[in-house]
């Protein structure tokens, strides 16, 4: 089956720093992959979406400055949060997908805590 | 915002109820997708219902979308416990599925 793996499962980083996490599809080829940050009060921000072989596009409110994006090869993506502050806690999912038309599989996340 | 519910919605119910829960959403879409999260878990695909379809089911799981009202439900016939979980409906941004715009969920309690 389709499954997404992401780690570190939580993690906690002092304000200012920076902190990546990484995502892995096992089972299929993730030619997109979105990241989407999660508040607590489970409302979804959609970070940016990068497509294999095209340019990475990021949403409004978020930029590559930011939150750099890796997405080297069909299984695996990364997204680094420089310069962590309290505004950047939540849990940080990531979505792949084969095609545009297929389904979408989410990781269990990465809980960011910033102190 | 795309979604009419600008908060979390909860419900409490007792297992074994049958439960509808609604999304209502501002922009035209083709397609509404229904996930669910549970604790400590990413949200998983239930239903995805295109708009030449007013109802789609899935075992105990159904799904309507209505383009008029643009609004689209999810009942659960017979709950279990294992039904708690928080319910969301999502669209896509743009043509392609990748890009999501989720509501802002209902979590649902089902009390064995």
């Known amino acids: 089956g389709a499954l997404v793996y992401q780690y570190p499962r939580r993690t906690i980083c002092k304000s200012g720093t920076s902190m990546r996490m990484e995502c892995q599809a096992v089972?299929?080829?993730?030619?997109?992959v979105a990241w989407y940050r999660q508040s607590p009060q489970k409302t979804f921000e959609l970070i940016a979406l990068s497509t294999v072989n095209s340019a990475i596009k990021y949403e409004q409110n978020f930029t590559q400055e930011k939150f750099p994006i890796s997405h080297p090869n069909l299984s695996f993506s990364s997204m680094t949060v420089l310069n962590a502050y309290l505004e950047d806690r939540g849990l940080y999912l990531c979505?792949?997908?084969?095609?545009?038309?297929?389904?979408?599989?989410f990781g269990k996340g990465t809980r960011l805590t910033v102190v | 915002s795309q979604w009419g519910e600008e908060n979390l919605q909860a419900l409490s119910i007792q297992e074994g109820e049958d439960v509808t829960m609604n999304c209502s959403y501002k922009?035209?879409?083709?397609?509404v997708q229904w996930y669910r999260q549970k604790s400590g878990k990413g949200p998983a695909q239930l239903i995805l219902i295109r708009s030449n379809e007013r109802e789609k089911r899935s075992g105990r799981l159904r799904a309507t979308l209505d383009t008029s009202s643009q609004s689209s439900s999810l009942s659960i016939t017979g709950t279990l416990a294992t039904d708690t979980a928080v319910y969301f409906c999502a669209t896509p941004q743009g043509s392609a599925l990748g890009r999501l715009h989720f509501g802002a969920g209902t979590q649902l309690i089902v009390i064995p």
């Open positions: 979505g792949a997908r084969y095609t545009s038309n297929t389904e979408v599989f």
């Open positions: 922009t035209y879409t083709t397609v």
């Open positions: 089972g299929f080829q993730a030619t997109s």
